[in-house]
């Protein structure tokens, strides 16, 4: 009985460990790069900001450098930021705030090591039945 309850609950844990490892890892990384993206905007910001409406700004369109106003880049750039710092939050809660299917794995562990140490406590206190 005992090993059959070790059995699973060793299955269970490493069903909750490949789960939670490969949640986190790509939560990591996709944070990462946003936090890239936000370096890189922010940049983008204070060079703009540096600029007066005399200055021709342009932007990347497919292949093509389309002519922008200073304000329309300004704007753009901003919204960006914006999105970019909402994601990163969305991402903070992720990797912080478990997932509902992550705590009833951890409360099925909880459940099977329960028994199993009930079932070990059991074969100890009755060494002749095994």
């Known amino acids: 009985m005992a090993e059959l309850i070790q059995k699973k609950l060793q299955g ?3 069903k909750y460990q490949q789960h939670s490892y490969k949640d986190l890892s ?3 990384s996709r944070r990462q790069k946003l936090e890239a993206q936000l370096t890189e905007n922010n940049f ?5 900001a540096l600029l007066d409406g005399s200055n021709v700004v342009f932007k990347f369109l497919g292949p093509v450098l389309v002519k922008q106003e200073l304000g329309e880049a300004q704007a753009t750039v901003g919204k960006r930021l ?7 939050k ?4 992720q990797l912080w705030d478990p997932e509902p299917q992550l705590v009833q ?18 074969k100890v206190g ?4 095994a």
Do not use: C, H, N, W
């Open 26 to 28: 790509k939560s990591m």
């Open 126 to 129: 009755a060494p002749g039945k």
């Open 82 to 88: 914006d999105y970019i710092t909402a994601e990163i």
């Open 12 to 14: 269970e844990v490493e």
């Open 90 to 93: 969305r991402y903070d809660s």
């Open 44 to 48: 983008l910001k204070e060079k703009l």
């Open 105 to 122: 794995q951890r409360e099925t562990l909880a459940q099977l090591q329960q028994k199993f140490q009930r079932a070990q406590a059991a």
